[in-house]
């Protein structure tokens, strides 16, 4: 007799258990914006290696061409909206990359090369280019996860000189319908980027 109410009671906490964790699971984890990508135009990164690119982000992450095993992406977008495109690339590799996402750059052309505007860590690809601004510039749309993060989109705001660096600590992307440009949309199946 004893034996069977223990085994009830092992029955009913283990139900117990089952039963709250569940709710851990489902009930109460947050709600995250629910975003509609459907005006979004995804576009691939280009695939014609850009030596003077190289030179830059090379120069800004103190990368050695060959040694460093790293690939890039790159995409050309008027950001500014002043008939001249801003480069944004994205750089994979160890040295990069962590469980977050890996790094990425806006440049702008000057004197015959790049000028850095804005680095950014923790980036996955697509990159979304909003149609909203501030400060004349592009929002730029980024989603986040790993390495801990919560995951969710987030949105990037031009404070007048440049972007934040960390994606991962900015607001949040209001539900609705994003409408812009989704840049380094590439399969790396099908390319992996240009080899540095």
């Known amino acids: 007799m004893e034996e069977t109410i223990l085994k009830r009671i092992t ?8 039963v709250s964790s569940l ?4 009930v ?20 014609k290696r850009d030596p003077e690119l190289e030179k830059a982000f090379s120069k800004e992450f103190g990368l ?8 890039y992406f790159y995409n050309r977008v008027d ?11 994205y750089l994979t590799g160890p040295i990069l ?6 790094s990425g750059l806006v440049l702008q052309r000057a004197n015959g090369g790049y000028k850095v505007i804005s680095r950014f860590s923790l980036v996955r690809t697509p990159v979304i280019i909003s149609n909203d601004k501030t400060n004349g510039w592009k929002d730029i749309i980024m989603y986040v996860s790993g390495g801990g993060i919560e995951p969710g989109y987030k949105v990037l705001k031009f404070d ?13 992307v209001k ?22």
Not at 28 to 47: C, H, L
Not at 64 to 71: A, I, L, Y
Not at 97 to 102: A, R
């Open 11 to 18: 029955l009913v906490k283990t139900v117990l258990i089952f």
């Open 23 to 26: 709710f851990v699971c489902y």
């Open 28 to 47: 109460a984890q947050p709600v995250y914006a629910q975003v509609d990508m459907s005006g979004v135009t995804f576009i691939k990164s280009e695939t």
């Open 64 to 71: 050695k061409p060959g040694e460093d095993n790293v690939r």
């Open 79 to 89: 950001l500014n909206e002043d008939g001249a495109s801003e480069t944004f690339v």
């Open 97 to 102: 990359c962590g469980t977050g996402g890996c």
């Open 160 to 172: 007048g000189h440049t972007y934040p660096l960390n994606p991962s600590i900015q607001p949040d």
């Open 175 to 196: 539900s609705g319908k994003i409408k812009g440009i989704g840049i380094i949309g590439d399969d790396v199946t099908e390319n992996p980027g240009i080899e540095y």
